[in-house]
């Protein structure tokens, strides 16, 4: 795909002295500019980058200071500073023919040189206007020029809508169009391992405890005594927050009674084992599918540490709790679409892993946290169409 783009493997990088990044060279043709000021809109413009080349053959750069999965086809790079002479060099290099902005972060040099050089600028996700920090202005209504630079402002909500036109969007331009499209969260995992772990499972509840660390690995132990109260055939899978965990705790598990068997040691779950200890995240495709229940490891600590839409769009309902680390505003997403089920302590997890036993529960949880991990399809679809349409100057 870089090829087609006219970049390959042996091109030279530059690093102008006016910014200081390397950037790969510019490839040939069209270029459509995606910027992502946070890691929460960094996956959903990735995957809009991601479906406009697939769609509309445009190479793709993506602007954002949070490492992202490109797919090995889009072109990551951090944003310019914002300066007259950062945003030259960055424009002189790139000359975008679209340029697509998240959630509303406005930063002044880069949007009045890009509008000065008939650059279409679209704002998507939008949810708040803001400057970005330390480039506000003391002279008044420099917020609603910024606006006025854009041909189209897109927002989440009616809510946000109205907090753009309240800055000064014309309502011509500002409408609600819904979140973009997380992307492609389905982990990978071997069918044939899958389906033959099924089979051994099958007669089997299963919970999973996923990025589990250290400080609550006691609470998970005592969850599962509990839960084998109700279901004394269930079965604990987990996958430490630290790989190198694995071992102490499936010693520390034996060393208290309980049946173990080692993914490292090629052990398989049978029907005497009650906890199952994986390795590293590298599987974890495999035991979100095998598992109707996750417990996002660290959310009762830490933080936590894994994406939970990952889990979600593979169907398994989620337990969290209070402590969100950097996924806060998805687990804020599923929790207020009832997607997942919160905790406040050791305790509440072992309430939660029985409330969830019952099998209709678990159902109507894993649909909803699907929904929120596969809605804006609609969205994106809109985005990529208008995208073509702007790089043909057409809107």
Known sequence: MA?????????????DPAEGPVRPQRPLGRLIW??????????????????????????????THVPVSSGGILIVQPPPPDTPAAVAAFLDHWRPDAAF??????????????????VPLALVDGAAPRILPGRESWWPGQMRNLLAKFRHIF???????????KAGSSSQVTQVAGRLEEGSLALPCTEAERAALARLLAPRQVWLAAGLPAEEEAAAIAAHHAALKL?????????PQEPDRAAAFAARCEAEGWKVARRAADEEPDADTEVFVADGMAELGLWYRL??????????????VLDPLEAASLGSALIHGPHFGPHGATLARLSAARASLPVASARGLAEALADLLAPDRVARL?????????????VTDRMVALAGRLVEREA
């Open 231 to 239: 279901a004394h055939r269930m079965l604990l899978i987990v996958v």
């Open 366 to 378: 894993a649909h909803a946290g699907w929904a929120v991990a596969s809605e804006g399809t609609e």
């Open 34 to 63: 995606l910027h992502a000021p946070t890691r929460d809109s960094a996956r959903p413009m990735a995957e809009l980058g991601r479906r406009i080349i697939l769609d509309e053959g445009f190479p793709v750069l993506l602007t």
């Open 101 to 118: 902005m998240a959630e509303g972060e406005l930063r002044p040099s880069l949007i009045n040189a890009a509008f000065d050089r008939n």
């Open 155 to 165: 927002t989440l909500d009616e809510a946000a809508a109205r907090a753009f036109r």
């Open 291 to 304: 598992a109707p229940v996750t417990w996002l490891g660290g959310s009762l600590s830490v933080g936590c």
């Open 3 to 15: 090829n087609a783009f006219g970049l390959s493997l042996g091109t030279a990088l530059r690093r």
